[in-house]
């Protein structure tokens, strides 16, 4: 057998034609076509070359009268290799189909010596190279032809035009280049032509009117030049057309109309001109219409009602202008209507959504009329009119179009509200409203939207709460509802739409906090709420890890890692004293062995968050460690305090540390303060000050800082409050002792009963309380003493304003608040001072950051203007209705006009010293002068004021 294989091959591979003595020729053939072939699936073994005849072969067919194979079928054999000579000794072939296979190499031109062949079908294949132009020396009985999805190249050959009983030519799908054959036209059997998606170009040749057999043309997307032929009209029987995605100018030939058999007429993507005709309406037989991507311009002709078998109707991105014609009601098959990015204008058309039976009263005629004509758009799936200036509402029935897939009526003019219906659409997967003028709210309805996949609201004027129902909407992959007036908060329910992609809720008022919950959105790719008023803490995990900032920029309240600001409160358990360890850290730097400590709960603080805070209670226990040589007033205290994070107990537990500068922390058994919004002392830069009991009767304002995760290392911490604490001065709010754990730190300060200077001097209004002349000199002299004493001892305060100077139930000035500021990272001072001055006019110039260093002359600036504020009773920047006044600025152009002392507070009604007044504003000028050398150091500031005041009011504080 191997022999006889072997003769075969040398056989063949000697082109012996006449062995018909030893082989059928046939089988001959056939096994040298399998012997260059690789066949993996094995269709082939019935191929066996001791058979007498291929004729029972897998995919071989006999003329049963002459025994011969007249047909050889093996599409989608999975065969590669050549197509090989062999073949050529199927002398009477007629139909050669290898299609669908991995075939590679060039077509062979002796193919043409197969003269019987009528149909040679090696479409969706590899084949490469050109077409030979010998190929169709003799192809006058070839009816079908098809080489598409191939690799071939080159020129459709000439000779083609003597293939004159083709009826199908199918060249589809390949890189063939040139123009079109001339004698094209003269195959006249032709009833299928396809060359859509190659190369060619040029103009198409006149004379296609020959071809009037023709069914079937596609030249789609290649490069045809030209105008459309003008006698495409005498292809009578024509039912589909597709010039589309060439580069075709002009108008529609005239004989068009003639093509009333015509169901698929396809234009689009071509430069095509003019107006759509009136005839357009006499192809009766359409089914599809596409006219999308030309430049067709004016008003669509009414006719276009009589395409009673309409299904799909593009005339997108043309230059159309009026409205849709009304007579469209009729093409009541329509599927597809895409009519966008037009210049269509007038009412959304709204015989569009007449969709169910129309609600007349009932009548047996009526009724007879709807069964013969059937409700309107039922069927309707598609619907764009995007990007036209259409106005109008949306139709309230909108829900009625329950096959609507899509709907997309976008940038136009639409005013009105979202109609409720819309939760009707259930088969709706994308709904485009975006960039319209639609007020009102979003429909609770839109979840019965159960399909939908995509839902654009943007850049209109939305109001009211993203309803929670859009959580009934499991598919939604993109929910867009930026440019809105949203408000109200995130529902939790968005968490539970695990589809999502994309989000954009930008440029609202969303406030409230994110529900955790939206770390569980695993397929996020953007998450856009920026600019709203969105609080509390971001979402910790997955996607918001790595959360572009400017996805969540302005929103001034939110915290995290990632807007680089802490939380208010990071505890979301209650916090246990653990009674058992008074080191836990290890290390107690100044824990005193020669003081014999005893421990008993003698106090719980509890920091209760405050209502805006979601994050619970904050529980501090403090044990009292009663030292007995609690006459050293700077023996600090260590107590460890545990932070556990459930109710039950745990064994790795994150230890806190209170440290009490004086000695005798004496707590009330069982003292307990709720550290919540009641007891709020007021909130700053650097955080929440709450008021609460320690011992029987012993008031403290706790400061919870909220910028944690900007404070120095514990070490820098410690050593900085500790210089803080101590500092004692009557003018100055002490610092009594702190509490410290990586994720809270509370500073314990003095109580000041009376409320800050600001409160004195601007919060006032209702009574008639006003400062008196000699409470305010004792306040700018008390308030000077006390940062002269801070600067004495190097630290500087960073952060003057009234609202840091507290008033004592004497009237006293205590200056509080001071040197926070170290607590901060030297790099980032810069840009947290002026977060932390927030307080606009106090801020020295020079803390313009960068080249000037910052010193205590920055202090004196702000006390100059503290000085005018305590003087004038006007915050240093005051915004008038359209105008700001700048305090410093006013007193330095009262003192220049000579009518300074009209800036001394009115209420004093003349009852201060003018020789006083006048020197305190010079004073105040001075310290608040640009130059910050020209600024007086404190105690130069305190001799000048004890020299300012006048000797009377020195006795009369004396008594
Ligand atoms: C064609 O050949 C490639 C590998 O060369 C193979 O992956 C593919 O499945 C083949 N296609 C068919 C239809 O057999
Ligand atoms: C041409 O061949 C391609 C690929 O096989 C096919 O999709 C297309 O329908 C054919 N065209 C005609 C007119 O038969
Ligand atoms: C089509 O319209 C565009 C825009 O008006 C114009 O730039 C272009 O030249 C037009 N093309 C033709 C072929 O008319
Ligand atoms: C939001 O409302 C304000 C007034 O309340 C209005 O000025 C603004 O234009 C609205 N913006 C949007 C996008 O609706």
């Given amino acids: 057998m191997l022999f006889k294989l072997f003769l075969i091959l040398v056989l063949a591979a000697a082109g012996v034609s006449a062995v018909d003595t030893a082989f059928n020729d046939d089988v001959l053939g056939l096994i040298v076509f399998k012997a260059g072939l690789q066949d993996p699936m094995g269709k082939l073994v019935t191929w066996n070359e001791d058979d007498e005849t291929p004729c029972n072969w897998f995919g071989v067919k006999c003329n049963p009268k002459t025994n011969r194979v007249s047909e050889l079928v093996l599409d989608g054999f999975s065969l590669s290799g050549h197509i090989g000579r062999g073949l050529l000794r199927l002398q009477f072939l007629q139909i050669l189909s290898l299609a669908n296979n991995n075939f590679t190499g060039t077509i062979n031109s002796a193919l043409s010596h197969l003269g019987n062949l009528q149909v040679i079908d090696l479409s969706d294949n590899s084949l490469s190279g050109p077409i030979p132009e010998q190929l169709f020396l003799q192809c006058g009985s070839i009816r079908v032809l098809s080489f598409a999805r191939n690799n071939l190249i080159g020129n459709i050959p000439q000779s083609l035009t003597s293939c004159f009983s083709l009826e199908l030519l199918n060249f589809s799908s390949n890189h063939l280049s040139g123009t079109l054959p001339s004698g094209l036209w003269y195959l006249r059997e032709l009833q299928s032509l396809d060359l859509s998606d190659n190369l060619l170009e040029g103009q198409i040749p006149t004379g296609i009117q020959n071809l009037y057999d023709l069914r079937f043309v596609s030249l789609h997307k290649n490069r045809l030049s030209g105008k459309l032929p003008e006698d495409i009209g005498g292809c009578l029987l024509l039912k589909s057309l597709d010039f589309s995605e060439n580069i075709l100018s002009g108008g529609l030939p005239e004989s068009m109309q003639m093509l009333s058999s015509c169901t698929y007429l396809n234009l689009r993507g071509n430069f095509l001109t003019g107006e759509v005709p009136r005839w357009i309406g006499e192809l009766k037989n359409l089914d599809t219409l596409d006219l999308s991507a030309n430049n067709f311009s004016g008003q669509l002709p009414s006719s276009i009602g009589n395409l009673q078998f309409l299904k799909k109707f593009n005339v997108s991105t043309n230059y159309l202008t009026r409205n849709l014609p009304e007579s469209m009601e009729n093409c009541n098959n329509l599927l597809s209507i895409d009519a966008s990015h037009n210049r269509l204008t007038g009412n959304l058309p709204i015989w569009i959504f007449k969709a169910a039976m129309p609600s007349v009263p009932f009548s047996s005629y009526r009724l007879e009329e709807n069964l013969s004509s059937p409700a309107s758009f039922q069927g309707l799936q598609v619907l764009d009119l995007s990007s036209n200036i259409f106005s109008g509402h949306i139709p309230s029935n909108v829900g009625e179009l329950g096959n609507l897939q899509l709907l997309n009526i976008s940038r136009n003019h639409l005013v009105g509200s979202i109609p409720r219906s819309i939760g009707e659409l259930k088969s709706a997967y994308a709904l485009d409203f975006s960039d319209n003028q639609l007020s009102g709210s979003i429909p609770a309805e839109i979840g019965g939207a159960i399909s939908l996949k995509e839902l654009r609201l943007e850049k209109n004027f939305l109001t009211g709460e993203i309803p929670v129902k859009i959580g009934k909407c499991p598919l939604l992959t993109s929910l867009i ?12 329910a968005v968490a539970n739409l695990s589809n999502l992609v994309d989000v954009d809720l930008s440029f609202n008022k969303l406030s409230g906090s994110l529900p955790k919950e939206l770390t569980n959105l695993s397929h996020l790719l953007s998450f856009n709420i920026s600019h709203n008023h969105l609080e509390g803490e971001l979402p910790v995990g997955g996607f918001f890890n790595a959360i572009s900032p400017l996805s969540i920029s302005h929103n001034p309240s939110l915290c995290g890692a990632v807007v680089n600001r802490s ?107 709720l550290l919540n919004k009641d007891c709020e002392l007021g909130r700053g830069g650097f955080g929440v000050v709450y008021k609460t009991v320690l011992r029987d009767g012993y008031l403290v304002a706790i400061k919870k800082l909220t910028v944690t995760s900007l404070i120095k290392s514990r070490e820098d911490f410690e050593s900085e409050v500790k210089k803080l604490g101590q500092i004692r001065h009557h003018n100055l709010v002490a610092l009594e002792g702190y509490y410290w754990t990586t994720s809270l730190q509370l500073l314990i300060y003095e109580y000041v009963p009376n409320g800050s200077l600001y409160k004195h001097l601007h919060d006032r209004t209702g009574d008639n309380y006003c400062l008196s002349w000699r409470q305010r000199f004792k306040i700018v002299l008390g308030m000077a003493k006390g940062l002269a004493y801070l600067h004495h ?19 006293k000035p205590k200056v ?40 205590e002359k920055c202090d004196v600036y702000g006390f100059g203007i503290l000085v005018l504020e305590v003087v004038t009773g006007k915050r240093p920047v005051e915004y008038m209705e359209d105008d700001v006044i700048v305090l410093c600025d006013m007193v330095r152009v009262a003192l220049d006009e000579g009518t300074v002392e009209r800036c001394v507070d009115e209420r004093l009604q003349l009852n201060f010293r003018v020789e006083e007044a006048i020197p305190v504003m010079k004073l105040g000028l001075i310290c608040a002068s640009q130059v910050p050398s020209n600024r007086p150091d404190m105690n130069e500031v305190v001799n000048i004021l004890e020299l300012i005041q006048s000797p009377s009011e020195v006795d009369e504080e004396l008594e």
């Fill in 567 to 673: 939380c208010p409160s990071v505890h979301p358990k209650p916090i246990v004293l653990n009674p058992n360890s008074s080191d836990a850290n290890g290390n107690s730097p100044s824990h005193n062995h020669h003081h014999e400590i005893i421990l008993s709960i003698s106090s719980i603080i509890a920091i209760g968050a405050a209502s805006f805070i979601l994050l619970g209670v904050v529980a501090v226990t403090i044990l009292n460690i009663r030292a007995r040589s609690s006459q050293s007033r700077s023996a600090a205290l260590v107590l460890s305090v545990r932070e556990d994070f459930s109710c039950s107990p745990k064994t790795n537990s994150d230890y806190g540390k209170l440290v009490m500068f004086s000695g005798d922390a004496e707590f009330v058994v069982g003292a307990q303060a």
């Fill in 793 to 811: 001892n190097n630290i500087i305060h960073y952060n003057l304003k009234s609202t840091n100077v507290l008033i004592d139930s004497s009237g």
């Fill in 816 to 855: 509080g608040d001071y040197g926070l500021a170290m607590l901060l990272p030297m790099l980032d001072r810069c840009i947290l001072s002026s977060k932390i001055q927030s307080a606009l006019g106090y801020m020295a110039p020079e803390f313009a950051c960068k080249t000037v260093t910052i010193t």
């Fill in 481 to 492: 509802l930026s440019h809105n007036n949203l408000t109200g908060s995130i529902p939790a």
